[in-house]
């Protein structure tokens, strides 16, 4: 019933080992880190450029003016590039949810657990909408999803 | 070379006109002069490769007074403060008028303005310089720190521009 | 006027327009119909010019703009200057200053230096309206003065008129030429009405100490309290920048009135009648960070928050989430964190190391418990390995906590993870994976008068091995897609014996969702290994859809299957049992409307025990977003969680827009703040009407209940740009 393997696409194969610029500061590297581990290792002509960013939103604030858990969005611009050419232009972003913990040391800890998987699950997201454009490419329907 | 005879039109000084060849039409009370036409009359000159001078038809025999001048080719308008050059040119005695027209050049001392068409009117002493209909546009330039009034033949680093043929050089006061 | 003719032969004089008249009898030159002239690096455009050469005198009528080398066009009904166009008359004269200041006036004289002198004029940012219609402000003055040496712009006898309306009067006035860069100058006031602190006016003076630093001091007078001291200091250096912001005052502490005879009897404070108690003494807050590059990749910072009580931040509305002295680390919920770091950032490797003091801000919080971090460092790279046998990577880290009253906890560790990528046949995605640790502890006990009541040094190391498998399905059609992506994570750890196991510092918290569900490190810290087997398995299903009517849905359903062993983690995460909680998330956008709800389902009676939902609206000129929390633990003795975030904004007209926030708390039935603001914005004005209140049970201290008046009029001593 028209239902292919996203994966399947030989496109997608040409982009392990893509060349990723992600922004200078951690959360740049732990993208580029999780994107070149999502792609895989290889030698390819494609080149990716990534604007990262950050926020984050106190929730469940009760009498002591104390936050009960966290939302952090981990949010990212990017450009798929073969050589000048931009293939794609999208956004990807992802919430992170983690409760407070009471001791300060442990808030921190969280809160850079948090901004790690973040990270992973952004990488995840961009290699995935990146195959289905790749996929509608192929399938005659313009790079647009 | 062809002279003609001092032809009184209205307004001030009789009106001398040379040239290489002279044309007479009695009928059309109409003469043309042609290569290297210079009409002068009092201290301006009208040079030009061709005129045609036009007469009011005269009861008897010859012709009545000029009323209009035709120049055209190289056609120049002398003063002793200005040279404007122009293709073509009309002298109108009875409207006091001169109208030159076709890539008109008005020098004045140092001061040099071009146009398309330049309308001077002789009793008010104004001229007025127009741009070609949504064409070329009036362009000057001028040095304020030089008089501009003084008379030609005085300012030395602005030479007066060259004008073709014989002409006479009447100007050259006392 | 200035002496006709300068020293060297003035410049000639170009002339361009439709019609020249030369009238000879009076010496006058007319030129009409789109005028230019330029003489030198002056350009004068009208409708008409009156040149006499003669005396040099030039005329212009009709919109005339006169332009003086590269600056800003000055423009007028009519102007009459020499034939330098360096000095004259203007009638109906304005003249736009860069950065959008104008000056306008009936009558301006311009002077050989560039001053103008304007009678009859006035200043403004905003546009000037064709219709001649009052523009939002100006400054009208009897003369206005604009002084090009100086870069000043001086008033005789100023109105400032809002929308045509004289509001405030002043003999004399002068404020800095927009055209130049920063003055030193007062900067526009700021007026709040509290309950707590009663009327307060706030001026703010700007002193411009050099193109890379500036001070801005600003006393706050109010009416119940002491005055308070702001200032605001900022310095950039070749490699970086300093910031500090502060405070001071000198003032007694105080409580809600109403709330003394609520107190416990042994409360020692003595109240007066106003709440006040103690004597007066110097009070305080600094805020302020620094960053500075070593080299290309590597920089270093600091971070200071301090202040002198805990609660004079919140007396004195000031924000206890600071937006200065921050770094490596931010802390925030009622803790403020001191911070000194080295930071690198490579191609192939990140590093940083940091010393961290943190205090709290919670009235009777015992601050000696509070571990000083000295120092926490992690250090991340890729090491060389053959692209074909897919990636090799290092984590190596320390952390050292030190508590006068409580445990002092010192790790170190080294992992090494491997992992390879396959694009299996049939768009199969498989990705092994392995990691090795070693990690080492050094644990002292101390009891609340710091004796050491006993040490342990362990070291333990650990390993697991994993498979991450996916195999989306997507159907693309013309309209959109429909991807199905089931997944699955199958992973087997080493054990960890009992008296290896660390006092849990950093691995607190710990909660089950579809982001957590297939994190490598569920734990989020390294004091707790989440042993055994497991196998964590879900399916995504998307419908991503290009037409807008149609909404795009995604739909995500999985749960963890622990394969062996006991579980690591308590009840309240999720993961307390061999089966986990269901992990049940699903969102809809149909454009204008969207809602995400993430929802964690009880492995036995399916009860909610988690949500996290996110709504958002945006109609035209209504907009809104809504959080809402909802968390029922199963585990006695924690409380429940009910709780929603509201932001909305309505734009009213193309210039008035309405905005709010409130946070309230469903399980108490308070709000616990809500904010709404009344917002005036055009080219040159913003105005708000800043209405909030506060609703918490702090330090007795009295709800407070807050109006502020805020306006910036651009160009005119503001430091936020435009």
């Known amino acids: 019933c028209g239902f292919q393997p996203l994966y399947a696409s030989p496109d997608y194969r040409h982009l392990a080992g893509v060349e990723i610029e992600a922004g200078p500061d951690r959360l740049g590297y732990l993208i580029e880190d999780a994107l070149e581990e999502e792609f895989g290792a290889g030698r390819s002509a494609y080149r990716l450029v990534i604007a990262a960013s950050s926020t984050e939103r106190a929730l469940g604030v009760s009498a002591d003016a104390r936050a009960r858990r966290f939302g952090l969005t981990v949010g990212a611009q990017y450009r798929l590039l073969h050589g000048e050419e931009t293939v794609h232009e999208g956004a990807a972003s992802e919430l992170v949810y983690f409760d407070a913990p009471t001791e300060a040391y442990a808030l921190i800890s969280a809160r850079r657990s948090a901004e790690q998987q973040g990270a992973d699950a952004l990488a995840r997201q961009i290699s995935r909408d990146i195959a289905l454009v790749l996929r509608r490419i192929e399938a005659g329907y313009g790079g647009e999803s | 070379e062809a002279q003609a005879g001092a032809l009184t039109p209205p307004g001030e000084g009789p009106l001398d006109v040379s040239a290489d060849d002279l044309d007479v039409f009695d009928r059309e009370n109409r003469i043309v002069y042609s290569g290297d036409v210079n009409a002068v009359r009092g201290d301006t000159r009208l040079r030009a490769d061709r005129v045609e001078v036009f007469f009011e038809p005269a009861e008897g025999a010859g012709f009545g007074a000029v009323t209009r001048m035709e120049a055209s080719g190289d056609v120049y308008y002398v003063t002793p403060t200005e040279v404007i050059r122009g293709d073509r040119g009309v002298y109108d005695f009875v409207a006091g008028e001169i109208v030159l027209s076709g890539n008109v050049v008005l020098t004045q001392g140092c001061n040099v303005s071009t146009g398309s068409r330049l309308v001077a009117n002789l009793e008010t002493g104004v001229s007025q310089l127009a741009g070609a209909e949504g064409g070329e546009r009036v362009r000057s330039v001028f040095f304020p720190d030089r008089d501009t009034q003084a008379p030609a033949a005085q300012v030395e680093d602005c030479p007066r521009p060259e004008i073709p043929g014989e002409g006479p050089e009447p100007f050259v006061e006392g | ?722």
């Open chain 3, 1 to 722: 006027q200035g002496e006709p003719g300068t020293e060297q032969s003035a410049d000639p004089v170009y002339l361009e327009a439709g019609i020249l008249i030369d009238d000879r009898e009076n010496q006058v030159l007319y030129a009409r119909e789109g005028v230019r002239m330029q003489s030198g690096q002056r350009v004068l455009l009208a409708d008409e010019i009156e040149y006499r050469p003669a005396t040099g005198r030039v005329i212009a009528r009709g919109n005339v703009r006169l332009f003086d080398g590269p600056g800003a066009a000055q423009l007028a009904e009519e102007i009459e200057l020499d034939d330098e166009m360096s000095e004259g008359v203007a009638l109906g004269f304005a003249t736009v200053l860069e950065n959008q200041g104008k000056a306008a006036a009936a009558v301006a004289v311009r002077r050989a230096d560039g001053t103008v002198e304007l009678t009859d004029g006035y200043y403004t940012a905003c546009d000037l309206c064709e219709d001649g219609g009052a523009p939002t402000w100006r400054l009208r003055a009897g003369r206005v003065v604009r002084d090009l040496d100086d870069q000043m712009i001086y008033y005789r006898d100023v109105r400032l008129e809002v929308l045509g309306q004289p509001v405030l009067y002043s003999p004399v006035f002068a404020h800095a030429d927009p055209s130049t860069p920063r003055r030193s100058g007062f900067l526009i006031p700021t007026i709040d009405i509290s309950n707590r602190l009663g009327f307060s006016y706030t001026q703010p003076y700007l002193w411009v100490i050099s193109p890379y630093q500036d001070l801005v001091v600003a006393p706050r007078l109010m009416t119940e309290v002491n005055p308070v001291m702001e200032l605001d200091w900022r310095k950039r250096f070749y490699s970086g920048e300093i910031a500090l912001e502060g405070s001071f005052t000198y003032e007694r502490e105080f409580i809600d009135p109403d709330q003394i005879d609520e107190l416990p009897a042994s409360d020692p404070r003595v109240f007066d009648e106003n709440g006040f108690y103690g004597d007066e003494k110097f009070q305080w807050h600094v805020f302020s960070e620094g960053r500075f590059a070593i080299s290309e990749q590597w920089s270093w910072g600091f971070g200071i928050q301090a202040t002198a009580e805990d609660l004079y931040l919140r007396r004195y509305d000031f924000n206890e989430i600071p937006d200065l002295g921050g770094g490596l680390y931010e802390v925030e919920n009622r803790f403020l964190a001191s911070q000194a770091y080295v930071q690198g950032r490579g191609e192939r490797y990140y590093a940083d190391l940091a010393t961290i003091k943190i205090t709290s801000l919670l009235e009777n919080f015992n601050d000696d418990r509070i571990p000083i971090v000295a120092p926490v460092g992690r250090f991340l790279a890729e090491l060389p390995f053959p692209a074909w046998a897919g990636q090799l990577e290092t984590d190596l880290s320390v952390a050292a906590l030190t508590r006068e009253d409580g445990d002092d906890y010192i790790r170190s560790s080294a992992e090494a993870s491997w992992s390879r990528v396959a694009i299996l046949p049939f768009g199969v995605r498989a990705e092994p994976y392995a990691v090795g640790r070693f990690d080492a502890y050094s644990i002292t006990q101390t009891d609340r008068f710091g004796v050491e009541t006993g040490s342990s040094n362990f070291t333990r190391t650990l390993g697991a091995a994993g498979l991450d498998v996916s195999w989306p399905f997507a159907r693309v059609a013309q309209w959109g897609d429909v991807i199905v992506a089931p997944r699955a994570h199958v992973v087997t750890a080493s054990e960890v014996e009992a008296q290896d196991t660390p006092p849990n510092e950093d691995s607190q918290v710990v909660d089950l969702d579809s982001i957590s569900l297939f994190a490598r490190n569920r734990a989020g810290g390294f004091d707790i290994w989440e042993e055994g087997a497991r196998a964590d398995l879900g399916v995504t299903t998307t419908l991503d859809t290009t037409a807008p009517m149609i909404p795009d849905i995604e739909v995500f359903a999985g749960r963890s299957l622990r394969l062996d062993d006991e579980p690591v983690f308590g009840p309240a995460t999720g993961l307390g049992s061999e089966e986990s909680d269901w992990v049940a998330e699903f969102s809809v956008d149909v454009g204008y409307f969207d809602i995400a709800a993430r929802n964690r389902l009880d492995a036995e009676d399916g009860d909610l025990r988690r949500t996290d939902l996110v709504l958002g609206i945006e109609a035209g000129r209504f907009a809104a977003d809504i959080d809402y929390t909802r968390i029922r633990p199963d585990v006695p003795g924690q409380r429940p969680v009910d709780d929603i975030v509201l932001s909305a904004s309505l734009q009213l007209t193309e210039r008035w827009s309405l905005i709010g926030s409130a946070n309230h708390d469903i399980e108490d039935d308070i709000t616990r703040r809500a904010l709404a603001a009344l917002v005036y914005r055009d080219e040159c004005t913003d105005f708000r009407i800043v209405f909030e209140s506060q609703n918490y049970d702090i330090g007795h201290l009295e709800d407070s209940q807050s109006i502020g008046f805020q306006v910036t009029l651009f160009t005119l001593g503001s430091l936020q740009d435009e």
